[in-house]
């Protein structure tokens, strides 16, 4: 049996998100193959037996290695994939997505790029006026947050915070003033998935979102979220991603550039989830790839 969609997943999270894809594929006629550690043994199996196969990859297995042959399947017998992930891991990288973003003349915020431990345990000393008296430091290709030091002071953190990943590329970044918008930071999350963009209100300390209405695009003039989205996009070449921006005094600030990784849960379930319509909405964009 060859299925139009094949969905490796295993986060108990992901579950509303899955649902979304599972609805969406029904809407459009489009054949389902959930891949879970239930039923991976006998998926596998049968996928080089060949007695199933399936057309496009959605893959949410999240690193999990168990998952591997079912990515090398859809790799070495050239069936689309959602996000490949060598191109994920190109654009995952901060350092190399701030070097296209500012070539691109996106905004960012000041930056100095610094070398991997392992290849350069000790760097000169930094001019640090530049970031100002509190920075934020973070290395290039991890996610979630892990790693990234807020309200940075010293030149000894800075070494100190490069031992803590040290193959990695690490970015001392200034911090990002947002102006205040009805009483909340000016501060955004905006998903894209197959062409289409949904900003969200995010709050950077509560991580609480909520939509961008086009009422709020007008009255606050927010539309080149869209735009600067969409460029993006142009760059790093994924079909689903989100990025964070700031809208400072002066102009839209891109704080985090490229999130591939995205978090489903849903904001019925959890307070700092993403709103369902978003999620449904990025289920039926990623369905509608998998339909084209």
């Known amino acids: 049996m060859q299925y139009d969609l094949c969905l ?15 609805h969406a594929c029904i809407e459009n006629g489009l054949t389902l193959w959930q891949i879970t550690p239930d039923n991976l043994l006998e998926s596998i199996t049968a996928l080089y037996k060949g007695e199933k196969s399936f057309q496009t990859l959605l893959d949410r297995s999240q690193y999990d290695n168990r998952f591997e042959p079912v990515i090398r399947w859809a790799k070495k017998y050239n069936r689309k994939r959602i996000n490949p992930a060598e191109v994920s891991k190109w654009s995952e990288d901060k350092a190399t997505m701030h070097l296209e973003l500012i070539s691109a003349g996106i905004h960012t915020p000041y930056t100095i790029l610094l070398p991997p431990f392992i290849e350069q345990p000790v ?7 530049p970031i100002g008296h509190q920075f934020v430091i973070k290395p290039s290709n991890e996610g979630g947050g892990e790693g990234v030091i807020l309200g940075a002071f010293s030149m000894d953190q800075i070494l100190r915070a490069r031992m803590q990943f040290p193959e990695q590329k690490y970015l001392v970044q200034a911090t990002v003033m947002p102006r205040t918008i009805h009483g909340r930071p000016a501060w955004f999350r905006v998903f894209f998935a197959n062409d289409k963009t949904y900003p ?5 300390l509560s991580h609480v979102s909520a939509t961008v209405t086009q009422q709020d695009e007008h009255r606050y003039e927010l539309s080149p ?3 600067i989205t969409q460029r993006i996009a142009s760059i790093c070449k994924l079909d689903w991603f989100s990025t964070e921006m700031a809208l400072t005094q002066k102009e839209f600030v891109v704080v985090d550039y490229v999130n591939d990784g995205i978090d489903t849960r849903v904001q019925s379930k959890a307070v700092d989830g993403v709103p369902d319509e978003v999620i449904r909405n990025i289920a039926e964009q990623l369905v509608s790839l998998a339909k084209r």
């Not at 000169?124 to 006026?129: F, H, N, R, V, Y």
């Open 8 to 22: 490796p997943w295993y986060w108990e999270y992901d579950i509303d998100f899955v649902q979304f894809v599972e």
């Open 123 to 129: 760097i000169p000393e930094l001019d640090l006026i």
């Open 200 to 204: 969200c209100w995010w709050h950077p």
């Open 225 to 227: 979220l869209h735009k």
